[in-house]
């Protein structure tokens, strides 16, 4: 079992940064992808960006240039530092481990963080 701890989230002024971390206990396979979605009111979840242990990553559109993720895997925590923050960045921010089995894959969430980006 995996449990997802975020911390970071907050208020910042348009333009302002944010630096997101989730530390995950229990088990971190070396396949397990780590990433960060975000929901906005009225909006389905998406991704926002996500990273292998290798350091492989991937980033939505309206995120790059702007946010960064990173992964420690001695210490199975993975940041998003988020830079350059517009308001439709505002949202509820939850970090994800996608574990793949033969068959399926199973998704672990945190509980959340709200990121509001407001003047």
């Known amino acids: 079992q995996v449990q997802l701890v975020e911390s970071g989230g907050g208020l910042v002024q348009p333009g302002g940064s944010l630096r997101l971390s989730c530390a995950a206990s229990?088990?971190?396979?070396?396949?397990?992808?780590m990433g960060w979605y975000r929901q906005a009111p009225g909006k389905q979840r998406e991704l926002a960006a996500a990273?292998?242990?290798?350091?492989?990553?991937n980033y939505a559109d309206s995120v790059k240039g702007r946010f960064t993720i990173s992964r420690d895997n001695a210490k199975n925590t993975v940041y998003l530092q988020m830079i350059s923050l517009k308001p439709e960045d505002t949202a509820v921010y939850y970090c994800?481990?996608?574990?793949?089995?033969?068959?399926?894959?199973?998704?672990?969430w945190g509980q959340g963080t709200q990121v509001t980006v407001s003047s």
């Open positions: 994800n481990v996608r574990r793949s089995f033969i068959l399926n894959t199973k998704d672990y």
């Open positions: 229990g088990s971190i396979f070396k396949t397990d992808v």
């Open positions: 990273i292998t242990s290798g350091g492989t990553t």
